[in-house]
């Protein structure tokens, strides 16, 4: 027969084992952390599209194709704008997602919505729609430069320096001349 005290240990050790076995186990069962991803920007969401913006140009004395508009998207665009430009920039989302909507494929559209992502802080999705936007487009303008330059930024953001560079350097590579008219 085992002495009173050991019993007590015995007793005592047999009720601690299953908490101490669901400890081990939830040990086991989380996801190691994964390292935080440095932004190699400092730049504020509306700093990053100001700077997208102004990639653009002018676009004097070179090649920009331009889509013909849907009276009812034109309408959804300009009421994105003026919400952004009152801050409002989850309104200025929806209604560029009622425009893409109508008109899934409409480059100019995915920018704009690319740059309401990123004054949502929504830099995958920015990433997503820019680069969408940037293999239904022309490949030559301004509206070029903007997809490449949100590419960049986003690339700044999610700490990739090598895609940052490659997309600053395609940039360049949308500044076409026009064909000579005779």
Known sequence: MTP?????????????????????LAACATAPELPATQSLTTATPAEMVATIRAAAGDGEGELDVQPLRDSQVEDLRQRAERLQQQGHHRDAAEALDQAI???????????ERAEAAILLGDHALAGELAARAQSLGSGVGPLCRRHQATLERVALVQGDAAAAASAKAAIEACRVAPPPRW
């Not at 909507?101 to 920018?111: E, F, K, M, N, R």
């Open 4 to 24: 009173p005290r050991n019993r007590f240990l015995v007793s005592r050790a047999l009720r601690a084992a299953p908490a101490a076995l669901l400890l081990g």
């Open 101 to 111: 909507a109508l008109v899934a494929d409409d480059p100019a559209l995915l920018q």
